[in-house]
């Protein structure tokens, strides 16, 4: 694994890291206060390709490979995260699903226009009943004819009501368990669902999160995305990329938590001397630079695999585990730094705090990739 960047991926990560500083980064508090979408800054990401970062060329996507996505993840994240998490999920969920599993035509209907930003992408398997038991998959879908019809509802969707398009897990066999559950695509304009309650959440606040609502909802018969039944092993084998996108965020967040931290530790001043200059307050800056580049070593581990093409599983949710806990605790620290101006909106500390949470939650909690991480320790043969 070579750590240098080619001129080529430097370059990369400086155009998504001033696209951020300079379309975002002047709006982060706005968006943030009024739960604004950022619909026309997503639209630009899609001119620019990110939105189709994994996606071949000749699809409509940039080309890049995992550890590009990576950075371009860690870059708008370090600015926004809720920009951060609307592209990652778009990208390693909604369009990836479609990428790895969907047929050439549904590729050719689907994949390119989501790469080109031309719509947007939702991903559903979370219920009510079915959020870390995700096979407890309550939504169904029987077949009608030449059709299939959906029932049910999915929750905490990321672009669930900005979305035009999303890929949805339900039943189709009750008595196969997880082996019934059967992975469609959906346009989200048509008749039969909808979006329902648009969540009023804790931070990431500029990112859209709704409830899909299915109510006799009528697709075609080849919307089934591969076989019958195999939905939730391709919904599976998806968060293994879905988590290196969760770990990007987490790592992106906690980058922008310490240098604002840094900046502030070397501005503000006590006892007549920078506050940088106390040990306490170095000590802090060390752990959050350290924990950083630890995090930063086990992500780009797990893009590297992933762009060797080998399972990533295990090194996935390790990074996913390590990069949202350890975006925690900057966060933290970062507000610890700045004091009583810490839990103001006057300095973006808060926010980041507010932020960062999620990501010990969301696409698997840190409880969840602890026993994936330990059933792989102890898979027989491993």
């Known amino acids: 694994m070579n750590f240098a960047l080619s001129d080529e991926q430097e370059a990369i990560r400086r155009m998504v890291r001033d696209f951020a500083e300079s379309e975002i980064a002047p709006h982060v508090m706005e968006w943030d206060e009024a739960q604004v979408f950022p619909r026309e800054a997503i639209r630009k990401l899609g001119a620019l390709g990110m939105m189709g970062v994994l996606v071949p060329e000749e699809y409509g996507g940039a080309g890049l ?48 226009p989501l790469a080109q930003g031309k719509l947007l992408g939702a991903w559903g398997l979370t219920e009510s009943e079915a959020g870390s038991d995700s096979a407890g998959t309550k939504t169904t879908a029987v077949l009608d004819g030449d059709s299939w019809v959906l029932n049910g509802s999915k929750n905490f969707i990321t672009l669930g009501s900005a979305g035009d398009v999303a890929v949805l897990m339900a039943v189709t066999d009750k008595s196969s368990a997880k082996h019934g559950i059967s992975a469609f695509v959906v346009d989200l304009h048509q008749k039969g669902i909808h979006a329902g309650k648009k969540e009023n959440k804790l931070g990431l606040r500029a990112s859209d999160t709704a409830t899909l609502v299915m109510e006799d909802c009528r697709i ?18 998806v968060l293994d990329g879905g988590r290196i996108s969760i770990a990007a965020l987490g790592l992106g967040m906690a980058q922008g938590a310490f240098e604002c931290a840094l900046r502030y530790s070397q501005q503000r001043r006590q006892f007549g001397k920078a506050i940088s200059e106390f040990q306490s307050i170095q000590n802090y800056l060390a752990d959050m630079a350290t924990e950083i580049d630890a995090a930063r070593l086990l992500t780009h581990r797990a893009g590297w695999l992933k762009d060797q093409g080998r399972l990533t599983t295990k090194e996935s ?8 806990e350890v975006a925690v605790r900057v966060a933290n620290l970062a507000v610890q730094i700045h004091g009583g101006y810490g839990f103001t909106k006057d300095f973006p500390a808060e926010k980041f705090y507010r932020d960062v949470k999620l990501c010990t939650i969301g696409e698997g909690t840190s409880e969840i990739q602890r026993m994936v991480i330990a059933r792989e320790l102890l898979r027989p043969g491993r």
């Open 65 to 112: 490979s995992y550890v590009d996505y990576i950075h371009v993840i860690e870059e708008l994240s370090r600015v926004d995260g809720s920009v951060g998490i609307s592209v990652a999920a778009h990208n390693s969920l909604a369009t990836n699903h479609l990428w790895m599993f969907g047929s050439e035509e549904q590729r050719r209907k689907w994949v390119t």
């Open 220 to 237: 075609p018969a080849e919307n089934l995305i591969g076989q019958q039944g195999q939905g939730f092993i391709q919904a599976m084998k």
């Open 317 to 324: 949710s390790m990074a996913k585990l390590f990069s949202s």
